[in-house]
């Protein structure tokens, strides 16, 4: 039997396709830890998987690949989607993709398989990070081929002796190191919020709670003076702050496949982390590299949430936003709220606020009364000129 690859997750989709293809196929199954996990509900998973008749089963940790791959550029971006959303699952599916396909070459695979639908994002970012890194597999694709219904692939287990609780969980959720994605009936209205009990995290804390978080050219090198490695401060950050019920909302955006979509999302290591770095930024960067990095930021959230992380132009984007954060640091201190947080200040020692010239507003040490008149006379020129020409 040939050799097949498939992305399998647990759920219901992708039991149905590990199922049906070991009929046809040597199955080897592969899940991939960008966050979110713990040993328990690895093992469970991997236990699972043999159970739908998989000849071996590999689950890949890449929540370090994750971070300085992507998360790490979409702070130096301080990228959220439409202003709200910071790519907590579209990220993820990106890496989860490529060590799926990097796996599947590694034992010599001739087929590759995922669960998506035809109606949705991630079928797009798997085909074609897919296709572009190995063009020679064929991809397999059972639910959105054979169109079948939620009910239809549990009969089909049934009928395999797959008689597991595939009850569908009033809410889908998707942990991971970036963030947590929550859907339910509600976000497939335009109307209705997502109610307090379908988040994950539940508020827990009450009393005011101070956090430093300290960046090293745009890295979060440590919490509360604790030194880690980036995506275990992303962590830790995440438990103090979830506790406060901190970085819900919900995500109205354009997909792939041209429809609108809505998703709700707990984020709140994410939305902290990305706020306190764009307020040293604004402390740390001339007005002419932010107003620069926010266009490129906007473009390279983009690019990733279209799948598109594979074109050389991420690349080029990256190597800007990295060169941009050389003097990206210093301390930032968070206050933790019941529900939501705010930026206290900084302390770095390239704040640009430090300068000799003055106090904005207040007190003029780099120049005279009249030079100030002299800058402000040549600046209106542009302006004087065009009412003169066009109003006479």
Not at 89 to 104: K, M
Request: overall charge negative.
């Amino acid at each position: 039997m040939k050799k097949l690859v498939i992305a399998y997750s647990g759920g219901l989709d992708t039991s149905y396709c590990a199922v049906s293809l070991s009929k046809k196929f040597e199955v080897h199954a592969a899940s991939v830890n960008t966050g979110g996990f713990t040993k328990a509900e690895i093992d469970q998973i991997e236990a699972n998987a043999y159970k739908m008749g998989v000849t071996s089963y590999k689950n890949i940790d890449a929540v370090a690949t994750f971070y300085q791959k992507v998360v790490k550029y979409l702070i130096f971006g301080n990228v959220l989607k439409n202003n709200t959303y910071p790519l907590s699952v579209s990220a993820e599916r990106i890496i989860q993709a490529i060590e799926i396909i990097e796996y599947a070459k590694s034992i010599g695979a001739e087929y590759i398989a995922h669960g998506s639908t035809g109606a949705g994002n991630d079928q797009v970012r798997f085909d074609m990070i897919f296709q572009t890194l190995a063009p020679e597999i064929e991809i397999i694709t059972p639910i959105r081929d054979q169109k079948l219904s939620r009910q239809e692939e549990i009969d089909y287990l049934k009928a395999n002796g797959i008689d597991m609780s595939w009850e569908k969980a009033k809410y889908s959720v998707n942990k991971g190191l970036w963030g947590t994605s929550v859907g339910g009936s509600e976000t497939l209205t335009s109307n209705k919020p997502l109610p307090s009990e379908a988040y994950p995290s539940q508020l827990k804390h009450t009393d005011e709670e101070k956090v430093k978080l300290t960046f090293e050219k745009g890295e979060l090198v440590a919490v509360n003076g604790v030194e880690n490695d980036p995506e275990i401060n992303i962590e830790t950050l995440n438990n103090l702050a979830s506790a406060y019920a901190i970085g819900r909302d919900i995500h109205v955006g354009d997909t792939i496949v041209g429809i609108k979509g809505r998703v709700g999302f707990e984020a709140a290591a994410a939305l902290i982390t990305i706020k306190a770095h764009h307020l040293l930024e604004k402390h740390t960067l001339t007005k002419w590299q932010l107003q620069h990095k926010e266009y490129i930021a906007s473009f390279y959230g983009m690019h990733l949430h279209e799948g598109q992380y594979l074109d050389p132009v991420m690349r080029n984007m990256e190597a800007f936003l990295q060169s941009s954060q050389e003097m990206v640091s210093g301390d930032v201190v968070v206050s933790l709220k019941p529900y939501h947080f705010t930026l206290d200040g900084i302390t770095s020692e390239h704040d640009l606020m430090n300068a000799k010239f003055g106090s904005y507003g207040e007190e003029n040490k780099g120049w005279t009364p009249d030079e100030a008149k002299g800058f402000i006379k040549i600046f209106g020129n542009q302006n004087k000129i065009y009412q003169q020409v066009n109003n006479s």
